[in-house]
T-cell receptor, first 113, second 113 residues
Framework: ETGVTQSPTHLIKTRGQQVTLRCSSQ?????VSWYQQALGQGPQFIFQ???????GRGNFPPRFSGLQFPNYSSELNVNALELDDSALYLC????????????FGPGTRLTVT | QQQVKQSPQSLIVQKGGISIINCAYE??????FPWYQQFPGKGPALLIA?????SEKKEGRFTISFNKSAKQFSLHIMDSQPGDSATYFC????????????FGRGTSLIVHP
C-alpha cells in the first residue's frame, strides 16, 4: 500500500505566473483535500474533492482551483501568483469525505518571488 | 477569527518530563478533536483523537483530556523523549462539515536529552 505522494517537492515561481501541483492519493481513498501551510502556522483548508466533485471550499479566492481524476489523484492550480502564496501546500487523502483519518503527503514547498 | 486557540507556541522539556499542550474552541458544533504531529519536511500525521462523549483517551504515552463544559482539550505527553521533538497541532471538526479540520497554530516541542 503506497502512501500519499506529491510533486514537485519544491518550486520557485515569479509573481503573476501560474502553477500546478499534483497529488496521488493513498490506495483505496476517494477523497482528497488540499491545505496551505504558511511558515509557523497550521494548515488552512483550501478545498476538498470527493469522487471527482468539489465537496467543500475554504476561504480562498477563485484563482485557487482544483481537479480530481477518475483514479482519485488530484491537481491544485493557482493562477496569478502573489508573494503571499509562498507556503507549503499539503494534500491529504481519506475514504468517504474524511470520516476516517486523513493521511497527509509531504507537501510541495512553493516560493513566489 | 480563530476557531481554535492553541498554547503555548513553544515548549521545552527535559527527557522524561511531561509535555502539556492546550487548545480552546468556541463552536459547540465541533464533535471531533484530533491532534497531529509534524516533523520538519513531513506532512502532519494523526497522533490521537477524541470525541466529546468521553473525557479522556490514552494511547501509549499520549493522552487527550477533554472538558466539554469549558470547551477545552489538551494533549499530555508522558515520559517525553527527544524523538517527540516536533510541532503539534490540535484541530477541531464537525460531522456536519465533512470532518474538514480547522487547525490551531501549532506548538513547537523540544525535548532535551
Amino acid at each position: 500500500e503506497t502512501g500519499v505522494t506529491q510533486s514537485p517537492t519544491h518550486l520557485i515561481k515569479t509573481r503573476g505566473q501560474q502553477v500546478t501541483l499534483r497529488c496521488s492519493s493513498q490506495s483505496g481513498h476517494n477523497t482528497v483535500s488540499w491545505y496551505q501551510q504558511a511558515l509557523g502556522q497550521g494548515p488552512q483548508f483550501i478545498f476538498q474533492y470527493y469522487r471527482e466533485e468539489e465537496n467543500g471550499r475554504g476561504n480562498f479566492p477563485p484563482r485557487f482551483s482544483g481537479l480530481q481524476f477518475p483514479n482519485y489523484s488530484s491537481e491544485l492550480n493557482v493562477n496569478a501568483l502573489e508573494l503571499d502564496d509562498s507556503a507549503l501546500y499539503l494534500c491529504a487523502s481519506s475514504f468517504n469525505r474524511g470520516q476516517d483519518e486523513q493521511y497527509f503527503g509531504p507537501g510541495t514547498r512553493l516560493t513566489v518571488t | 477569527q480563530q476557531q481554535v486557540k492553541q498554547s503555548p507556541q513553544s515548549l521545552i522539556v527535559q527527557k522524561g518530563g511531561i509535555s502539556i499542550i492546550n487548545c480552546a474552541y468556541e463552536n459547540t458544533a465541533f464533535d471531533y478533536f484530533p491532534w497531529y504531529q509534524q516533523f520538519p519536511g513531513k506532512g502532519p500525521a494523526l497522533l490521537i483523537a477524541i470525541r466529546p462523549d468521553v473525557s479522556e483517551k490514552k494511547e501509549g504515552r499520549f493522552t487527550i483530556s477533554f472538558n466539554k463544559s469549558a470547551k477545552q482539550f489538551s494533549l499530555h505527553i508522558m515520559d517525553s523523549q527527544p524523538g517527540d521533538s516536533a510541532t503539534y497541532f490540535c484541530a477541531v471538526s464537525a460531522s456536519g462539515g465533512s470532518y474538514i479540520p480547522t487547525f490551531g497554530r501549532g506548538t513547537s516541542l523540544i525535548v532535551h536529552p
